[in-house]
């Protein structure tokens, strides 16, 4: 399982007015997992952002998430929900699930077409309707993207 170090910060005051003075560029999140109670956090946006763009699994990136803080700890961490926001579409809040090699995670890839079908070769448009696939796999298995050839 190829890891990536992260750092976060412990929450303490939880709720809507609290999460509005956290300050330009920090965002809540949430780690949860079977064997761990709920533990809310702040990230730094700018960074997480720069970390899914440059990673090739994207948001399927496995995060070793070190928490400082009242909670400090240490968490294998899979980004689980990513919220948007409606007009902006940068990052609002995140649900990160607490992984381990043994268990199996559902997540969703992202599934690209290759080669050339029939009806394009004689001027037709190939639409591609199924831009992810669900698939359930071990942390360390999960492709960067599905790849079907036409």
Do not use: W
């Not at 992260?6 to 330009?24: E, T």
């Amino acid at each position: 399982m190829d890891k990536v170090k992260f750092n976060a910060q412990h929450r303490v005051q939880i709720g809507k007015n609290q999460v509005k003075q956290l300050g330009a560029g920090i965002i809540p999140a949430v780690v949860y997992g079977t064997s761990t109670e709920p533990l809310p956090i702040s990230l730094n946006l700018n960074d997480l952002t720069k970390l899914y763009n440059r990673s090739e699994k994207g948001k399927n990136t496995i995060l070793e998430l070190e928490v400082s803080g009242e909670s400090s700890g240490s968490y294998d961490v899979i980004a689980y929900q990513i919220d948007y926001h409606p007009v902006k579409r940068t990052i609002i809040h995140i649900d990160f699930l607490v992984v381990s090699d043994k268990e199996l995670v559902k997540t969703e890839v992202p599934c690209r077409l290759t080669g050339t079908a029939k009806g394009q070769k004689m001027a037709g448009i190939l639409i591609h309707n199924l831009k992810t696939l669900k698939i359930q796999s071990l942390p360390g298995d999960i492709p960067s993207a599905y790849t079907v050839d036409i």
